[in-house]
């Protein structure tokens, strides 16, 4: 469930009519609702809470400092991949002690700062950067929290581009290592064992690969704790996905989730945490884009929107699908006509959808793209110098700008043109 719901036959976000949003701020934009992000994290609160639990929001689905301090005030905890998303949950006033450092490519620069400045427990992905992270750790003369991502060989029947379980996959340590591995951080000064880490993938519909890898988890835990390793916290990863056509059978739910986490790993007394990005923002967030000209081609009809892959690139990258609505609600049983959806960018790619049944919207008239609120705006780039598509949250009838569009001056201020270049 989401809040963004036709009143009297205009698209609201919570109590904010979207027409008033799209004339203010312009297209195409991206608006969040508040509601709907504290929602998704109250349903892993409550799904989770016979155990001890902290629910660490994944910064790289939608990680505007806005957000992550709406998310970090209700009690969420950060799972970060990079020093910028670290330094983003820092600005929003998330204490070191509630972020997790993952990520398979991790530099020393990236670990160094966050030891400075304080972290829950960093995940290790390879034996590279174990050692390298004992050293750093070493040399500060601190001891630092950390888990070892395992790589369990589970396929998660999912997009082959966002599938990260399998033993092909570049992510994690092969869980056959893993008690090597732990035996050597116990030996490595700067460095202390507190769980296990496991991330098999995104937009998981089904729960049995879930269920196979968290079997796998628990195996190893007992294992691990024979070996005398301290195994207290499971990080148990992301994943679950989201229904994005309304039409589609919609995937298990968060509590459906819980009952299998605690099924597979319950009994083991640990502190479980979890990284859902899609689910807490993807259904929380929508793209807002016009339509610049209606346009009749060989066989098809064509919406050119000012929206492109560079605003939303799930569907050139990923294939996928979004709902598209119009911010004005069709009249029962108005006719619809079968619409190539598009945007400007120069190349065939930039195609949101093709032959999708639409009611009529005429240029200038506003559409929202739904789901788009995991992956879309982080994900956006300045491709064909578009100027990064803007951000607004709303909260019951408050709305506001959380990342303005640049204006075409500021795009192209950042750039320089060598002295040796530069006219005489
Ligand atoms: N934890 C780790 C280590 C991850 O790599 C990811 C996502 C998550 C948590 C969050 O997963 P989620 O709950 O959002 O599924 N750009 C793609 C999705 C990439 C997911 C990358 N990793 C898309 O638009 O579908």
Known sequence: M?????????????DVPLPEIAASVG?????????????HLRLFDEALAPLPHLVCYAVKAAGNVAILKLLGDAGAGMDVVSEGEYRRARAAGIPGERIVFS???KTRAEMAHVLRNGIRQINLESEPEMRALSEIAASMGVEVPVTVRVNPDVDAKTHEKISTGLAENKFGIPIARARAVYAEIARLPGLRAVGIDVHIGSQLTDLQPFREAYAKVADLTMALRADGHRIERLDLGGGLGIPYARSNLAPPLPSDYGALVRETVGHLGCEIEIEPGRLIAGNAGILLASVVWRKGGEGRDFLILDAAMNDLVRPAMYGAHHDIVPLHEPAPGAETAPYDV???????????????????????GVLAFRSAGAYGATMASEYNARPLVPEVLVQGSDWAVIRPRPSYEEMIGREAIPDWLAAP
């Open 103 to 105: 990520g398979v490519g």
């Open 27 to 39: 297209t195409p934009a991206y608006v969040y609702s508040a509601a709907t992000l504290l929602r």
């Open 342 to 364: 598009v945007g400007p960018v120069c190349e065939t790619g930039d195609t949101f959808c093709k032959a999708r049944e639409l009611p009529h919207v005429p240029e200038g």
């Open 2 to 14: 989401d809040h963004f719901l036709y009143r009297d036959g205009v698209l609201h976000a919570e």
